[in-house]
């Protein structure tokens, strides 16, 4: 989505599952340390979005991994 920068997008791809109840990112300084948080209060990735990244990691990624996942 616009606006939204890979690590805000990682981070909040992580709490769309409600199996996550708290993430713990690292920063560098207080800045970051602010955006990191301002992320759970954004909106959830659309259902597009995650099907377009499970796609991916299928057709892409899901190949390269050792071991059960």
């Known amino acids: 989505p616009a606006g939204l920068t ?9 709490l769309d599952f ?6 713990i990112p ?3 300084n207080p ?3 602010r955006a990191n948080a301002r992320v759970s209060s954004l909106s959830p990735l659309s259902a597009m979005v995650h099907q377009q990244l499970a796609d991916f ?3 892409e990624v899901a ?4 071991g059960p996942y």
């Open 31 to 33: 800045e970051q340390a």
């Open 26 to 28: 690292g920063a560098r």
């Open 63 to 66: 190949a390269h991994i050792r």
């Open 18 to 23: 409600k199996a996550v109840s708290v993430i």
């Open 6 to 14: 890979m690590a805000d997008m990682a981070l909040r791809w992580c």
């Open 57 to 59: 990691y299928t057709r």
